[in-house]
């Protein structure tokens, strides 16, 4: 038994080659695996969440970074919303805050898993394998276990986009906004950010901050600002008919997306219309100010990037160069599930998708029985509110009404 895993494996039911240890084991303790998990709970099914918790907001998001997400928009899932963001404050003291701090957010999905008792195995799972009537789960540690459902709650770690051009330069030389927590270790470097997303933006007011020399190197010919009219949220029932609470995509768009079933019904082509737009590459409403004296350059893309001696030479497709000691990755991400290292050729090659989002029925089901996906994988199906914590509470409802059923 291993010290970093909080759960007894004597009370596993493991007493043959067909018995199992887990009805459910959901693989991922971020807001997705933990909502899941307290929701299966809930209706007395066997589950146990594998990952530390809050692996992803507590090592990889940028510290000092604010929540985008509304408050509204910002609790884990729970079947009598009894532990709620707010909830949390008030069992803690802390005032509330809007936007929300990234530290905040973490104490709160720590506390959301503590106040559930839900089982929870810190160990990260290495591998999936079908062994009937369900999955074997090999763990970091090399123990086994068994479950007859595997929930993929992994978020999106491993599909980090890093455009060609970057691809000669060093790791040390070229991180993507993801990976790295202290920005303050670029303090005096000039640093590149690439791209124009809330990532790209508060990375580059960050470092601002932190007195790096800042340039935001961005394609797109203008920077968009998250919430410019403002009085359209102000306007009482007009503004409830035409935005949802929980903020995800534009005028009427924002409507359609709060109601993932009904999303799923809309034709392939046009929910990927819909789903690209929701979530374009915009700042939100509090970043202009930080980045008043930062150098944001528009409309422009690199083409080619050197290492030379220490530095990094960019230069941009209008012939400009320009020397830099880091370059900093704004530029999202990809679903690819068949790049969750876990999941074997074996099984991937089964999974129906669609461009690397995989293929899901109702009930978050996968093309492989008893495979399960769930958060960012499921916003080809679902819509663009499953790529936010706001899509917990659907997706765990969902998830467990089809799972107590089987
Ligand atoms: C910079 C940035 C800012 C964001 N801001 C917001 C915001 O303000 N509001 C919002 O709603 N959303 C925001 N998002 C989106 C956010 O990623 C999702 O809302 C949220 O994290 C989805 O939760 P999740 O549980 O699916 O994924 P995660 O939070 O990524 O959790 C998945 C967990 O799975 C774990 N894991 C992976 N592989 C394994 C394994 N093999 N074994 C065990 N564990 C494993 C990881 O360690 C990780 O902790 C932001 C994203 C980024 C990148």
């Known amino acids: 038994m291993k010290a970093n895993s909080e759960i007894s494996h004597q009370q596993s039911k493991s007493v043959g080659p067909t018995s199992v240890d887990y009805d459910v084991a959901v693989i991922g303790a971020g807001p997705y ?58 069992a803690s003291k802390k005032e509330p805050c809007a936007p929300v701090p990234l530290d905040t957010f973490v104490e709160y999905g720590r506390w959301f898993r503590h106040q559930l008792g839900s089982d929870l195995d810190q160990r990260t799972v290495q591998r999936v394998d079908r062994d009937a009537p369900g999955f074997r789960l090999k763990l970091q540690d090399g123990q086994e276990l068994r479950t007859k459902v595997v929930v993929v709650a992994a978020g999106i770690g491993p599909f980090r986009k890093k455009p060609e051009v970057f691809r000669n330069l060093s790791p040390q030389q070229v991180t993507h906004c993801y990976e790295g927590r202290d920005v303050r270790r670029f303090a005096g470097k000039r640093v590149a950010v ?26 797109q010919p203008q920077v968009r600002w998250i919430g410019q009219h403002t009085w359209l949220h102000h306007m009482g029932p007009i503004s409830s008919a035409l935005y949802s609470s929980h903020d995800v995509g534009p005028i009427g768009i924002s409507r359609l997306v709060a109601y993932p079933k009904l999303t799923r019904l809309v034709p392939l082509s046009l929910r990927d219309k819909i789903r ?39 230069k941009l497709d209008d012939g400009a160069e320009r020397r830099f000691d880091h370059v900093l990755l704004g530029t999202g991400y990809q679903i690819d599930v068949t790049r969750y290292e876990f999941l074997p050729q074996q099984l991937t090659k089964d999974i129906r998708q669609f461009g690397g989002y995989p293929k ?47």
């Open 276 to 314: 690209t737009r929701a979530v374009r590459p915009a700042g939100s409403r509090w970043l202009p100010d930080r980045l008043k004296t930062v150098k944001i350059t528009t409309g422009r893309f690199v083409s080619e990037a050197h290492a030379v001696g220490d530095e990094i030479e960019l």
């Open 33 to 90: 695996g933990l909502s899941a998990a307290a929701h299966l709970k809930a209706k007395g099914l066997s589950a146990c969440v594998f990952g530390e918790p809050m692996e992803f907001w507590s090592q990889k998001m940028p510290a000092g970074m604010l929540l985008r997400s509304p408050r509204v928009a910002s609790s884990l899932s729970d079947p009598d919303r009894a532990f709620t963001l707010e909830a949390y404050e008030n």
């Open 360 to 406: 899901l029925a109702s009930g978050f089901r996968s093309s492989v029985p008893g495979l399960h996906f769930i958060g960012a994988p499921a916003a080809r199906t679902f819509g663009p509110l499953l790529y936010f914590v706001a899509g917990t509470e659907f997706a765990s409802r969902e998830l467990t009404s089809c799972l107590s059923r089987r």
């Open 194 to 219: 690439i791209g124009a997303g809330q990532s790209a933006l508060e990375s580059a007011a960050l470092l601002n901050e932190s007195n790096a020399e800042v340039e935001v190197i961005a394609r």
